[in-house]
């Protein structure tokens, strides 16, 4: 007989030399957690493992404590640009230790309340290694099931500046939880990490310095997102450094951290007391044993799975940030419950990534996606209409003073079937979900226009894109040698 930690190290579960379950999953983080549910909600047995500690990244060191640093830095902003209605307050007071202090309680009851969950399930608290495609041992204890579930996540990716070691840095998880903020940063990266946090710390009164390869931040997203918001950025005062090939990071002799780089041929260098590495992350595969069960894995691109999620092992299934395909909570719960479904059933149900790839940016203004943008349908060779829509000509934002960004519809040209929508502007995290319910309907733009929008509101902006494509449109069709733009 093996005794097994199990949560919190006050509970422990009687193993014996194998334990067998229906289902396996290796991970209780939200893809795994999805996964294990919905089994037993199939009426299955199902043990869960997973190396701690208990919540998964998103409450813990993702979304859940990014938008709780966020909703303080968004504040302090406020107030500082309150006289532009009317009310003046000065420049607010930043206690940095009561943010973090809230970030803290936030965040350990968002796990606590997870962990309630997880402590129904049979639970296993260490690294997995497979023995065989249907066997896992975890310590001492063997588990075995004729399926089995990996949900084992990401990790930050190893820094790959030369020198970046030796100079020191803080990653994501670190640019959480700090106890003091640092006195000025160099943000190295421009993807949604590195804008969201070093927006926070900028409205805090940290001096930022974003420094990136690509022309813009947010370079997966269409050009006139990612440029927009990168002035955004720079007028309230953050340094953007763009198109800037790092080439090392150095120790001044005052102290402070060199950032290296080139651009056009012209070296250049940043310096600033700390610098946070924000350039992606790496799927958790090592130690697991994969290639010895012929489960088909790179460092880099993850566990490879079909539209099923089934690995290249037949009975083992991969969900969430471990496929590398993408990295977003919803993504990784439709996979899991998919997963879940397939597994017990022997199913062959395939997932379907249309509207689930639609995500958020919580920067200031906000960025929602939902369908293609520009680049891919170009990419694809797929016709297209577009028609765009300022926030600086809409009643409602100029009313309240949120007037950055713009709304921005893609249609198919032959019949304005929907295929796109981006919004740049306050609260489009919340607004992007009209489009998503508009779209997994397969609406035209026709069909929207149907859909009541009260006014004045910020999501009635949405009409006008869908306004002017009609038109487009239609003008086409009265007139052929009207060639509509794609």
């Known amino acids: 007989m093996a005794r097994v930690w199990s949560l919190r190290d006050k509970e422990f579960i009687i193993a014996a030399s194998v334990q067998a379950f229906d289902l396996i999953v290796i991970g209780a983080g939200s893809g795994g957690y999805a996964a294990a549910r ?14 701690g500690p208990l919540g998964g990244l998103c409450i813990l060191r993702g979304c859940m404590p990014s938008k709780t640093l966020i909703a303080s830095g968004d504040l302090a902003h406020e107030i500082r640009h309150g006289a532009e209605l009317g009310v003046t307050a000065g420049e607010p007071q930043i206690d940095f230790g009561a943010i973090i202090r809230r970030k803290r309680t936030v965040i350990q009851e968002f796990a606590d309340y997870r ?11 260490g690294e997995a290694q497979f023995e065989s495609p249907t066997r896992v041992r ?10 089995i579930v990996i949900a084992t996540g990401s990790s930050i990716a190893p820094p790959a500046l030369t020198g970046l070691t030796d100079v020191g840095y803080i990653d994501s998880d670190e640019a959480l939880d700090l106890e003091t903020p640092p006195k000025s940063l160099i943000v190295l990266g421009g993807g949604y990490v590195a804008s969201e946090l070093g927006q926070f710390y900028a409205r805090i009164g940290v001096p930022v310095t974003m420094v990136m390869r690509a022309p813009h931040v947010l370079s997966t997203e269409d050009d006139d997102v990612g440029e927009a918001l990168t002035e955004y950025l720079r007028e309230e005062g953050m340094r953007v450094e763009v198109r800037a ?17 080139t651009r056009d041929g012209e070296e250049h260098e940043v310096a600033a007391d700390e610098i946070f590495y924000a350039l992606g992350r790496t799927p958790n595969i090592a130690g697991l044993g994969l290639e010895e069960i012929g489960v088909e894995a790179h460092a880099i691109t993850g566990i490879r799975v079909d539209a099923t999620m089934r690995t290249t092992q037949p009975n083992i299934y991969a969900v969430g940030d471990v496929t590398a395909d ?25 997932i379907d990534y249309s509207l689930s790839r639609a995500h958020a940016v919580f920067t200031d203004p906000q960025v929602g996606i939902v369908g293609k943008n520009e680049k891919e ?36 040209p032959e019949d304005g079937r929907i295929l796109g929508v981006a919004i740049l502007g306050s609260g489009a995290s919340d607004m992007i979900h009209i489009p998503i319910a ?43 040698s009207l060639a509509i733009a794609t």
Not at 453 to 460: F, I, Q, R, V, Y
């Open 38 to 51: 919905t089994a037993r909600e199939l009426g299955a047995s199902v043990a869960l493992v997973d190396r």
């Open 245 to 261: 090939h790092m080439t090392a990071a150095t120790l001044r002799e005052d102290g402070m951290k060199v950032v290296h780089f």
């Open 377 to 412: 349908l170009i990419a694809e060779g797929v016709p297209y209409v577009k028609a765009t829509y300022p926030f600086n000509d809409l009643g409602k934002a100029i009313s309240i003073g949120k007037t950055k960004g713009f709304v921005k519809m893609l249609a198919a």
């Open 438 to 480: 508009a779209m997994a309907f397969n609406a035209t733009v026709y069909d929207y226009l149907k859909i009541p929008h009260l006014h004045p509101t910020m999501a009635e902006i949405l009409t006008y894109p869908a306004e002017e494509l009609i038109a487009a449109i239609e003008a086409a069709k009265r007139e052929p």
């Open 138 to 147: 975890v310590g001492e204890a063997i588990l075995e099931a004729p399926r």
């Open 326 to 350: 993408f990295l977003l909570v919803h993504v990784a719960i439709q996979q899991g419950e998919l997963a879940a479904r397939n597994a017990l059933a022997d199913g062959h149900e395939q």
């Open 115 to 125: 962990i309630a969950g997880i402590d129904t399930y049979p639970t296993f608290i």
